[in-house]
């Protein structure tokens, strides 16, 4: 496998558009229910030329080949700025070369390919869109537009193959590409219904009239005049001048990202110092309008070229990479507010700069356009989200004429707090599953993956919305033995692997399992059935959610099951901790009931010294310890002695009588996490209490709680304090350490240093701390439960059995203070385990059915649409991706089409469709592996289709090479290192080794994707 694409001929691409419309219903994987269809009569002109719409790609990834720009005009690109070319033309790129996981970085978005070879896909994919536009729509009139790109310097641009290309787009009749596309189309102008030989004749020769110039970042301001002059009046372009963000100076670029969260992001002031200024800019685009106009040609700016940033870690090869994307979109607005105000509105601005779905709409509002993408199509949905772009804007091309200065200063103020930009609603620290990537049915739900217990959340949110409460209910039970405690106050595990998070926020996952829960119960859960009854009985200490979850389980299954617990009612720390205000008390109840229900009997009131021999003494076979982790870890501040009350035991006493409690005016919490979250908003509801400080030492973007908690806490007036830790408290006031952040730590977040001598100063009445609890050390040692070095209960992983035989552990006395859903996992495995050996089984996944092909169209519809949560839950199952089901992730994010869906249609397959990677399409930029939930990349890791035995020899990729054709077809087949040749009987069958299922696929690849070969 090399990293060089291999451009289709263009008979080949013309075939396969045409086979694939007409088998699939689809062309380049865009499905036809996703073509953007304009209004007819509705335009606007660009030097001379008409628009259907004002949005299509950048110059980069998605204008690099023919078939990228055919994908991107389907879904409703309409202006296409090709991918800037420069004499060296053979660059030798480190890859991956596009690291897109939020804001995005690339290394050289150039062309890879050969200037006469980038100028033959353009002109390939010219005639491609005339005939597409003509045979979809009928329509003659063109309503897009090609814009060139060149680059870096003068004397490159006059070059002779530069020079060429040039010429060749503006008049492309004489070449050789030219003649070779109109041949082939008339050749196979019988396979059209629309398009015939006296319109094929028509179509124009004339591909661009205009151009983007890109200057390297650093290139004199003289250098880029002249050049500018020189397409001007030389070449005769209408010409946009690509403007660098250091416009705006290194102090506001630098304030700006850390106000928006990206103070991670390392930039260095010489990028500032050696790149074009505000004035000479100014001044430069001042004598170029005028120049144009005298000329007879258009002129404008094109906002914003890339961020230069230094690599720092490990995001891509190299030192240095440009960035692009969301966080890029509050520099480049600014800078076009600066840049109207100075003309009176009277500037073409053409935007490129963190633009998607949120924003556009509103920048197109302000006058500017046209308006390109490139991020954005870089992640899941790819060139779909153009759809939702192109609807928006057509039903407004009428409304907009010339640059609102006011209307565009207000977005561009408003646009460091608009929180669809802002770091916060992407800091997860990754999305990817510790698994490997299989060869085959590689669909997976990663919400389920990143549930502790494997919930089916897709299936639940799906039943949830086709009203099938009661099926939903089920269907979550079978796994979760407290639906309404994780429907109200479940952490979501699940959240942080939504697939969403790279469209939008993810789906209200929690919400979905509380309509399910008050809509579907009761549904009657019983002890096991009479035939898995046994004398066999378990102990559980502990009646929170861990014993609760292991009593549950055990029961169903037919055991008899004691929880003891000395507290006087069951439910843990839920029951006694968390606060009303978070979860009520007939939610707990529900569960309680759920659990008693399997026959399981409480003893509350248990002495706090019982211990497991006593158990044993009782008749109990089996022990499950679930003591929770009830010691507040002490912090220890400097000054006179003021206690520090633990968060937990402040909010014990809160939820017996919260008017009880005394905490004075103002209050400081220390933590970042749930608890400090939940003790702050619980005092700030305590009867005196004025203002309350949740002090955490890194800042917002990093917090380990739930950021809709937190979001909650900020609502009621509770201050959060940042990049602050205590260091001591005295006479009523607590002194804090400004801290900064730091490298990365083992857990993916910045570590924090002091900023010695810097303190801040807080008058408080009470500090509470939310630093942590530890589980009771006596309570292990007097029942024997061995601990490592590190104070960690020994257990075997894989049944959380201790060293003590037949005693198990789990929840918090395991973990340390963990969630509730992870408690819950606890239980259920050591429940597993105990039933193994017995030999019982537990209870099966209740099996829900679907109509599939409905729900691949419901899916499809979602695929690319931007859209934030729903406030009535009955519509927020339609933002749910179903990833299980269908995924398509890899096929979606490459911008040269190299990952496909394969058909299989074959039982042997438990997906929908395959995914195999076409090996002469992909330049490794490795944009699938970062999207692709698995640990793994599509580009290296799914069955390849090469095309030659010498890519295929250049590969270890597990693929296949078809040496001949016709109806018994030949194979030269890689499988984990192995080759062999693979022939096909016209059966279908064959007589070598090669496992069924890749069989099956290569085989379903040849008889119906023939056009991929």
Known sequence: MGDAMRPLPFRKLLNWVLEENRKFHSIFGIPREKFFQAEKGIYRQLFGEYLENVIGPAAGPHTQLAQNIVAAYLAGGRFFELKTVQILDRLELPKPCINATDECYNVEWSTELAIEEAFNEYVKAWFLLHVLQKELWGSDRRGFMFNMSVGYDLQGIKSPKVDGFIEGLKDASSTAIFQECRTVLKEEVDRFTAVDAAFIDGISPHICSSVTLSTMHGCPPAEIETICRYLLAEKQLHTFVKLNPTLLGYDFVRETLDKMGYGYIQLKEASFSHDLQYADGLALVQRLQEFAREQGRGFGVKLSNTLPAQITRGELPGEEMYMSGRALYALTINLAALLAREFNGRLKISYAGGGDAWNIPGIFATGIWPITVATTLLKPGGYLRLQQIAAELAARLEDVDGVDVTRLAGLAAGAVQDPNFRKEKRAVPSRKLNRKLPLTDCFVAPCTVGCPIGQDVPEYIRLVGEKRYHEAFELITTKNPLPFITGSICTQHCAAKCTRLDYDEPVLIRSMKKVADEEGYPVKVEAGPETQRTTVRVAVIGAGPAGLAAGYFLARAGLGVTIFDEREKPGGTV????????????????DLELVQATGVKFQLGASPNLTVAQLWEKGFKYVFLAPGAGKTQTLQLKGGGERVTGAVEFLSRFKVDPQAVHLGKKVAVIGGGNTAIDAARAARRVPGVEEVYIIYRRTRAYMPASQEELQEALAEGIILKELLAPYSWSAGVLRCQNMELAALDASGRPGVVAREGEFEDLAVDAVLAATGQVVDAAFLERNGITRDARGRVVVDPDTNETRVANVFIGGDALRGPATIVEAIADGRKAAAAILAREGLTPPATARVAFDDDQRLREVNQKKGLLQGPFNDPGQEPGRCLECGFICNICTEVCPNRANVAVQAGNAVFHNRNQIIHVDGMCNECGNCATFCPYDGAPYKDKLTLFWSEEDFNNSQNNGFLLLE?????????????????????????????????????????????????
Do not use: C, M, W
């Not at 029951?575 to 109840?589: C, K, L, N, T, W």
């Not at 030949?970 to 096909?984: A, N, W």
């Open 575 to 590: 029951a006694y901790v968390i606060p009303d205000f978070r979860i009520s008390g007939e939610a707990i109840a529900r």
């Open 965 to 1013: 054709g016709g109806e018994e077809p030949v194979f030269k087949v890689r499988l984990d290192g192995q080759v062999l040749e693979v022939k096909f009987a016209a059966n279908g069958q064959t007589d070598t080794s090669l496992d069924k299922s890749v069989a099956d696929l290569l085989l379903a690849t040849y008889r119906d994707y023939r056009h991929l070969f």
